[in-house]
């Protein structure tokens, strides 16, 4: 039993990723199984359509033909003749293999999630006709190069918003759909996108570990209170108390099994307290500690920007190139240094700004954690940190509302100067929400949009809310105002 991705190719393809292949299924526990050479103009095209070169061949519109050969004989007979029982079916398709991935689930149960790395999305009437059905997918994973726009080719000149439309569909159909773009062109590099696309259609839980470390702002380096927010108990789930790395994750994943939550994978999430502030020896020990799992796919570092340098950077890189999944995540919190400096943060964004450009520089994803509504930090200010977050390399971001902590010393500074504080009942909250979205690059993936603590750390008026009835409201909220992430982005994508 296994998940099975299959990959159409085109002739002499095969033997370019071969060696990409062969470590997919140690890596990722998924069989990755590259389909028969196709006529990629006919066989992979939905309808006919002319060429878009001058000397360029017409477009036969044969995919019907081609999809039915897949599933009454092409797929049948790979997996009868390697003895696959596949629980899931997967498609990653490239240029006009990944349109014929999207059409594909447009037309077919026969796969579960796709991806369309460059997706030929301009391919004429395709975004209405995908409109017009009914999608039968999980998920998508879709991608493109940041160069693909620069052509003098009107057909491809605007394939970014081609593909923005068909990432809105999808979304608007339910489809758990995840948009990146990537560095170069059309057809390359494509062993890093590849890798890309399999590790997005993953359902990976995070299993939230407790690696012993603490933080600058609380052993005496830079203070001993640690920052006027936080507590770490509030974010710590009882299973990791008192014990080993290894015994953390069997807890974890028992945790995650008993509330009926299904993963192919998992990753080891260091969160509690600075996740790098160590040794490097240390953290050798205790990161691949946790990667010997053979249910562990990678590791998700939550550190400080202060508590990272080149050579701690350098180690991360080599786990990523060895196979596991790495993403590091830093407690942004503000880009304003007087707002860190009244939290008592200990460092000033220029710090942050380097460690998330040189953790990107090495091609490490990279995320970030803000927390809206600090003192001091007024609307306009929020907005304007939206601006300047978009112009940074981040993958991911997460969004928490201030929460005031029972006996943090920001209780002690609320109930001295709260008007010097932003507070937000759910509905101006979200509010805020969609107008920072709107100036955010629609690459950035929104990981979460408030925090949850349990009741007994905070008397919040909606700190009981969750963040899942919250994300309903957000959604429905967008709908109405007919806005989107980036629609007022003040930076350039490229």
């Not at 526990?29 to 050479?37: A, E």
């Not at 026969?110 to 030929?120: C, D, E, H, K, N």
């Not at 696309?197 to 600058?216: E, H, I, K, N, S």
């Not at 999944?325 to 240094?337: L, N, T």
Request: hydrophobic fraction near 40%; charged fraction near 25%.
């Amino acid at each position: 039993m296994s998940i099975v991705c299959y990959i159409p190719t085109l002739e002499g393809q095969a033997d370019d990723m071969q060696r990409w292949l062969d470590g997919v299924r140690e890596r990722y526990g998924v069989v990755p199984v590259l389909l028969p050479p196709v006529s990629w103009n006919d066989d992979l095209t939905p309808w006919p359509a002319a060429p878009i070169f001058k000397k360029g061949k017409p477009f036969g519109g044969q995919a019907d033909a081609y999809l039915d050969r897949l599933e009454k004989e092409i797929i049948p007979g790979i997996e009868a003749e390697r003895g696959l029982v596949p629980t899931q079916r997967w498609l990653i398709g490239i240029s006009l293999a990944g349109l014929f991935a999207v059409w594909a689930a447009a037309r077919t149960r026969l796969f579960t999630r796709v991806a369309a790395i460059s997706g030929s999305f301009w391919y004429p009437g395709f975004a209405d006709w995908l409109e017009s059905r009914s999608v039968h997918i999980q998920s998508a994973y879709i991608s493109l190069g940041d160069k693909e726009a620069d052509t003098r080719n009107a057909h491809l000149r605007s394939i970014a918003e081609d593909t923005g439309s068909v990432v809105r569909i999808l979304a608007s159909k339910g489809v758990q759909t995840t948009f990146e773009w990537t560095e170069g062109t059309h057809f390359g590099p494509i062993l890093p996108r590849l890798d890309k696309a399999l590790v997005a259609l993953m359902r990976l839980q995070r299993l939230t570990l407790d690696g012993g470390f603490t933080c600058p702002n609380r052993d005496g380096t830079l203070g001993i209170g640690g920052c006027t927010f936080c507590d770490n108990a509030a974010f710590h789930p009882g299973y990791t108390r008192g014990k080993s790395i290894p015994e953390q994750i069997e807890a974890g994943i028992r945790f995650h099994a008993a509330r009926g939550r299904k993963a192919d994978g998992y990753l080891a999430y260091f969160q509690a307290y600075s996740n790098t502030y160590a040794p490097l020896p240390v953290l050798r020990e205790r990161f691949e500690s946790a990667l010997t799992h053979p249910l562990v796919k990678g590791l998700v570092i939550g550190t400080r920007p202060d508590c990272i340098d080149s050579e701690k950077l350098d180690y991360l890189a080599s786990l990523r190139s060895g196979g596991a999944i790495v993403e590091v995540e830093y407690g942004i919190e503000s880009v304003f240094d007087e707002t860190l400096q009244r939290v008592h943060r200990g460092h000033d964004f220029a710090c942050t700004a380097w460690a998330i450009q040189e953790t990107a520089r090495r091609g490490i994803p990279v995320g970030g954690h803000v927390i809206l509504g600090l003192p001091g930090e007024t609307r306009d200010m929020l907005l304007k940190e939206a601006d300047i977050l978009s112009a940074l390399p981040l993958t991911s971001l997460k969004f928490h509302q201030l929460q005031i902590i029972k006996g943090t010393q920001m209780e002690k500074e609320f109930a001295r100067r709260p008007e010097d504080f932003l507070r937000m009942g759910p509905d101006e909250y979200v509010e805020l929400l969609v107008d920072i979205l709107e100036r955010l690059r629609p690459d950035i993936r929104i990981v979460r949009i408030a925090s949850s603590v349990p009741p007994a750390f905070t008397d919040a008026p909606w700190g009981l809310l969750r963040p899942d009835a919250l994300l309903k409201r957000l959604e429905a909220r967008m709908k109405e105002r007919n806005t989107w992430q980036g629609r007022l982005l003040n930076v350039s994508l490229t």
